[in-house]
């Protein structure tokens, strides 16, 4: 049961935004994967596959935190039970929106796609608006100062570069 609450998250939320949308973008308009023809189209590619595969390194390491630590899912209808503060959540508040506008921004790179990287300049828009006004508020209901003191020392989406050492965790 636990693992089909988490696979049920993961289909719904990341897999939709990261694949089905791009999906949809590239028959839309036409976009298929192809080398790029010039040297700087080719070195933007590569680009754009070395911050697709941080993304997905980050996701996936977030996710595996999230689900050993924090007794949840990342839907909000199932939160975690507990505030995860290690592995990449030292680094960053939001690490799985993190890694998945990496991988947007990965997919529109490696694509050479405008509609993709409008995509991924969507999503990082309602993210950066629903996090702090909706997730954060119920973060700070559920976990109280302990959150309240993560937030003072843990950026929201851009990682910090040292890692923070929380006293209680």
Known sequence: MKLARHLLSVALLPFSVAVL??????????????IGTTGPQMLVQVVGLLVLAVGLILFSASLRNFVTEGEGTLAPW????????????????????????FVLFGEALTLLSRPHFIWAL??????SIYIPLL?????????????VEYCRHVPRLIPRFRPWESEDH
């Open 21 to 34: 949308v791009p999906l949809w973008l590239a028959r839309n308009n036409n976009i298929s994967p192809a």
């Open 78 to 101: 199932d939160p975690p039970r507990r505030l995860v503060v290690r592995g990449p959540y030292r680094y960053v508040r939001n690490p799985m929106i993190s890694g998945v506008v």
């Open 135 to 147: 997730e954060e508020t119920g973060l700070r209901h559920r976990f109280g100062d302990s959150y």
């Open 122 to 127: 969507i999503f990082l828009a309602v993210n």
